[in-house]
């Protein structure tokens, strides 16, 4: 008789079991960081109810998310790569932020969008536009090959931030 009570509740308990894990976030902020990083950051200074709302915040944008959002990994090296997955590697289209002289050696582009790129090729390429618009698209062996509208030029380059 034991036995045929506790089977229903063992099942119950299972299933709220997991519907509570699967609504729990990746993770609080406080789990993501360092304890440098979060004094760092100061949010250490924060109140309870501060750091419970920037949790909840946190969670809800990671659940709308585009799936395809470049996230990047810190390698041993201390090295970051955005794009572990070759699957993950989208065409990207914008505007440089600013003006654009052309490039020279390691130069770094800073797009509207927010995304840092820099050449990864040598060579040198002198323009003169404001923000023009950029296509970044997915190349040979994990590279990418950036072209600039209005000056029928490309480079090769790597996402930095």
Known sequence: MLAKLLTPLAALALTFGIAAHAQTPAGSIEERMSQSEFTQAGLDQLSPE???FLNQWLAAKQATAPTTAAVP???RDGSVEFYPDEGDRQEVRS???GEFSGWNGRTRFKLQNGQIWQQA???SRESGMNNPEVTIK???MGSW???VRGCNC???VKRVG
């Open 50 to 52: 501060q750091l419970t």
């Open 73 to 75: 990994i810190r390698k």
């Open 95 to 97: 505007r440089i932020d």
């Open 121 to 123: 090729e040598s060579g």
């Open 138 to 140: 997915p190349a040979l």
């Open 145 to 147: 090959l950036m072209h």
């Open 154 to 156: 490309s480079v090769r």
